[in-house]
């Protein structure tokens, strides 16, 4: 082994299996040696290991020390105290033991949705859950802002969302037997590289780049020409933002009024196509849904939909429909509607044919991995029943007690007093983050765990350092991965970062249920002990696995092929008696009499066109999609990331057209915004996104301007103080909280509508690569322990 060729281990990320080793203070990253595919993403790793905006030191909100807990405007405005993890963590088991006596452990809003990071053990949900089912439950939250649409609607369509989303036709089924891959929000590359848990090998973007070479046709219908996949004769339609449901009825029109319907596969196992064919006829509301009448919607031309619409009959097709379409208002329909053109094709099923869900939305759909069980640690029961649907959080803060619907059921948001986060980032997976400030000024008490100073640690009053995996031990595997990971500790805790678990078992302790918490074992056994059970379980399976020391020894263990059943949906077709879901019917729902009876005006029910909202004021469509050069806001500090900025801002891409009629050009910094507030964005022109449509990523870390008024009559959008702008560029601050319908009540984030302006002051200098302002502690909390570094 060459001198330059030591100390390197392998550990595993949510955006795949990599190598590392310590540099001095920080690291050093290569691509496993397996991976075919490495992310980008990998660029950001080193620069955040060991980067200021690392939290040191546990620290207290200046005025929550001062005045105690309350509702207070002042989170994500204040100073911040450093004190030792003594005065922490007995001011936390204080509040929380305070809050359960005085209101109930309903009163603690525990949710936590968030990504966190990869590793079984240390995955700061689970912990969270664990510790505080234990101190007697909390408020949860349902679904996820990833599918939170398609979790709720499809069980009513075919039994159970994850007969679609979890288990997908394999790229391989699809090269050998697909002949059209229509694919609804595209087949972007730059979504794969992330699988949660990890993906070692990356096969999913080969497979994207080998499709046209498999002889696949790929047809990709997207505002943007990006989200092709990078295969020979990829074909983009740049459909209107919004529009896919016309579209797809078109479609479904050509295909019924030339009689290239499957009438049997309809009748023995489906429900609901005459309601239908009635609506795509126009039978009720007399209005046809035919070619003409999609394209004055989508902007693809009526002969290109016919044209498409024989082409998709006569061939094996598959309809996929990426996860960004269902994360809009409306958001169930594309999923209910491309099902249902699915089924009028008849190829629901057939290997390499008929409807697939979040192809090109995450890198383990279409994995051949099998799927197998991986260590988890064991959360406990939550003995409160009080839940929101995940996106309606703060709806939850600012309105307790009021009513909300939820599929078919009627619920009241409970009165969240504190608020507990590990392992998420709600302002920035949020929407409207104006509102979710002055939401978040309601609790008395807000707890948020974080390694880094992200903007949701900004708003907290209570901020505790963790560990990142790079600092702790753990083991690691995505969910169709090739491979198990130990994940050894490669860095010393930054400053007096703590693991998650260290910190809930020391407050699990104080408050007196310490072993129910710890079960007596230290990370290190429990490591081993969730490796032991999860060995047992596969030997079961006859899969010989080693043991721990051999597996932590190797540092990596090849997972079972296992076997790879055929799809539910193939199950389901090869069953002539057709019923064999989990539906009222058994059957495939293209019209559920379930959903048509909670009543919903915004969900009926059966696939239904809802025209997207214009608002003349704000004449472009921006697109918030996932970004290319970071997980989320993970990461937004490394290098892949700061390297895409433009003057320190967040690019927004629009048409050349358009930034002609706005008066912008390459490189300027403009502010982007409408009535909910404001952000600060670098332009980039390019003519592969639609003409009228602007896209800005998710992920820029919010940085909230409070600005003066200084009467500037194009600024006032931005001068009230709940109005902060983003100097930054986060996209949601402009987005809006609303819910994509009564039924699921998801994320409706993908979409807004805006306008934009050369910013005309002088450039506010960014905030987030930097610490807030933090004092150190008058003599009685004085953090000693801390050495600044
Ligand atoms: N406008 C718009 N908004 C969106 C979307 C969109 O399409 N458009 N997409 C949505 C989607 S699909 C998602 S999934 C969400 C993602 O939203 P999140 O999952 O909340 O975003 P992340 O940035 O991944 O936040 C994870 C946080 O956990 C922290 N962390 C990492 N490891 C640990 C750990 O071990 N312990 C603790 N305590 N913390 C840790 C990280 O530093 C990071 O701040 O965003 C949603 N928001
Ligand atoms: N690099 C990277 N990859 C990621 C993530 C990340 O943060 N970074 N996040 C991961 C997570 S948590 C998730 S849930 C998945 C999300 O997966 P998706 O939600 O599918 O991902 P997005 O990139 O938001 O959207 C995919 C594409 O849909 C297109 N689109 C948007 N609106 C419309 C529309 O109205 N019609 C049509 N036809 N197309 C439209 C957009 O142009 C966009 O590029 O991505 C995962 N992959
Ligand atoms: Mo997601």
């Known amino acids: 082994m060459r001198s330059d060729e030591t100390n390197w281990s392998t550990t595993t990320s949510h955006w795949g299996a990599y190598r590392v080793r310590a540099v001095g203070d920080t690291v050093?990253?290569?691509?496993?040696?397996?991976?075919?595919?490495?992310?980008?993403?990998?660029?950001?790793?080193?620069?955040?290991?060991?980067?200021?905006?690392?939290?040191?030191?546990?620290?207290?909100?200046?005025?929550?020390?001062?005045?105690?807990?309350?509702?207070?405007?002042?989170?994500?405005?204040?100073?911040?105290?450093?004190?030792?993890?003594?005065?922490?963590?007995?001011?936390?088991?204080?509040?929380?033991?305070?809050?359960?006596?005085?209101?109930?452990?309903?009163?603690?809003?525990?949710?936590?949705y968030g990504w966190a990071s990869a590793g079984r053990f240390h995955h700061a949900?689970?912990?969270?859950?664990?510790?505080?089912?234990?101190?007697?439950?909390?408020?949860?939250s349902r679904n996820t802002y990833s599918t939170g649409s398609s979790s709720v609607l499809l069980p009513h369509l075919v039994g159970d969302a994850d007969t679609l989303l979890r288990n997908a036709d394999t790229w391989p089924t699809i090269a050998e037997h697909t002949d059209l891959l229509v694919a609804f929000g595209g087949l972007p590359e730059k979504n794969v590289s992330v699988t949660p848990g990890g993906v070692t090998e990356h096969a999913t973007s080969t497979a994207l780049r080998q499709l046209g070479n498999s002889g696949v046709e790929v047809v990709s219908i997207s505002p943007l020409a990006d989200d092709a996949p990078g295969t020979p004769g990829a074909r983009w339609v740049p459909i209107a933002p919004a529009t896919d449901v016309a579209l797809m009825l078109g479609l479904a029109h050509t295909v019924l009024t030339d009689n290239l319907h499957d009438?049997?596969?309809?009748?023995?196992?489906?429900?609901?196509?005459?309601?239908?064919?009635?609506?795509l006829l126009g039978r009720r509301d007399g209005v046809p849904k035919n070619a003409e009448w999609a394209a004055s919607w989508c902007d693809v031309t009526a002969t290109d939909i016919r044209a498409l619409a024989r082409k998709m009959a006569s061939k094996r097709t598959l309809i996929t429909v990426s996860w960004s379409l269902q994360r809009i208002e409306h958001g169930e329909q594309p999923v209910w509607a491309g099902l249902t053109l699915a089924a009028m094709l008849g190829q629901i099923g057939l290997p390499g044919g008929g409807f697939g869900h979040g192809y090109g939305s995450m890198g383990d759909v279409g994995e051949t991995g099998a799927a197998l069980p991986l260590p988890f640690l064991p959360r406990g029961h939550n003995a409160v029943r009080s839940f929101i649907p995940v996106a309606r959080?703060?709806?939850?803060?600012?309105?307790?007690?009021?009513?909300?619907?939820?599929?078919?059921?009627?619920?009241?948001?409970?009165?969240?007093?504190?608020?507990?986060?590990?392992?998420?980032?709600?302002?920035?997976?949020?929407?409207?983050?104006?509102?979710?400030?002055?939401?978040?000024g309601k609790p008395d008490t807000v707890v948020v765990h974080e390694p880094h100073w992200t903007a949701t640690a900004r708003h907290a009053d209570i901020v505790l350092p963790v560990t990142?995996?790079?600092?702790?031990?753990?083991?690691?595997?995505?969910?169709?991965?090739?491979?198990?990971?130990?994940?050894?500790?490669?860095l010393e805790p930054h400053g007096q970062a703590r693991d998650d678990y260290r910190i809930l078992a020391d407050v699990a302790r104080r408050l007196g249920v310490g072993d129910e918490f710890t079960e007596g074992r230290t990370p290190a056994q429990w490591l081993k002990h969730l490796y032991g059970g999860w060995r047992e379980r596969l030997r079961r399976e006859r899969h010989d696995i080693p043991s721990f020391a051999e597996f932590w020894e190797q540092g990596s263990l090849p997972l079972p092929a296992g076997h790879r059943h055929p799809t539910p949906l193939a199950a389901f077709r090869a069953d002539p008696d057709g019923n064999g879901l989990a539906t009222p019917s058994g059957r495939i729902e293209l019209a559920s009499a379930t959903i048509a009876g909670f009543g919903y005006a915004d969900c009926p029910g059966q696939a239904t066109w809802f025209a997207p909202r214009r608002?003349?004021?704000?004449?472009?469509?921006?697109?918030?999609?996932?970004?290319?050069?970071?997980?989320?806001?993970?990461?937004?500090?490394?290098?892949?990331?700061?390297?895409?900025?433009?003057?320190?801002?967040?690019?927004i891409t629009m048409h050349p057209r358009d930034a002609a009629t706005h008066g912008v050009g390459e490189g300027d910094v403009v502010r982007v915004f409408n009535r909910r507030g404001a952000c600060l964005a670098g332009?980039?022109?390019?003519?592969?996104?639609?003409?009228?449509v602007v896209v800005l990523a998710t992920g820029a870390w919010?940085?909230?301007?409070?600005?003066?008024?200084?009467?500037?009559?194009?600024?006032?959008?931005?001068?009230?103080?709940?109005?902060?702008?983003?100097?930054?560029?986060?996209?949601?601050?402009?987005t809006s909280d609303i819910p994509t319908s009564a039924l699921a009540q998801g994320c409706a984030g993908q979409h807004t509508r805006v306008d934009i302006e050369l910013f005309p002051h002088p450039l506010p200098a960014p905030r987030t690569l930097l610490p807030p302002a933090i004092e150190a502690a008058s003599s009685g909390e004085l953090n000693t322990e801390h050495v600044p570094n």
């Open 28 to 112: 050093e990253v290569a691509a496993h040696p397996l991976d075919k595919a490495p992310s980008p993403l990998l660029g950001n790793v080193a620069a955040g290991s060991r980067h200021p905006t690392r939290i040191s030191a546990p620290a207290i909100r200046r005025g929550w020390l001062d005045h105690g807990p309350g509702p207070s405007s002042r989170r994500g405005r204040d100073e911040f105290v450093e004190v030792t993890w003594d005065t922490a963590l007995d001011l936390l088991a204080e509040r929380l033991d305070a809050t359960r006596r005085t209101h109930g452990n309903s009163a603690i809003f525990g949710g936590s």
């Open 393 to 440: 959080i703060a709806d939850m803060l600012l309105s307790p007690g009021s009513r909300f619907d939820y599929d078919g059921g009627t619920y009241h948001y409970p009165d969240i007093r504190l608020v507990y986060w590990a392992g998420g980032n709600p302002f920035h997976h949020h929407q409207d983050l104006n509102r979710l400030r002055q939401a978040f």
């Open 125 to 140: 949900q689970s912990q969270l859950h664990r510790f505080l089912n234990v101190i007697g439950g909390y408020t949860s």
């Open 263 to 279: 009438p049997v596969f309809l009748d023995r196992y489906c429900v609901g196509f005459d309601d239908v064919a009635d609506y």
């Open 468 to 490: 990142t995996t790079l600092e702790r031990e753990d083991i690691g595997a995505g969910r169709r991965d090739t491979h198990l990971f130990a994940m050894p500790r490669v």
């Open 615 to 651: 608002d003349a004021t704000y004449p472009l469509h921006l697109i918030a999609n996932q970004p290319r050069t970071r997980l989320h806001g993970q990461g937004d500090i490394g290098e892949t990331s700061q390297n895409s900025k433009i003057s320190g801002r967040e690019p």
């Open 683 to 692: 332009v980039v022109l390019s003519d592969r996104v639609r003409p009228g």
């Open 702 to 734: 919010f940085d909230p301007v409070d600005l003066p008024d200084d009467g500037a009559g194009a600024f006032s959008g931005s001068v009230v103080a709940d109005k902060a702008l983003c100097a930054h560029g986060n996209p949601n601050v402009l």
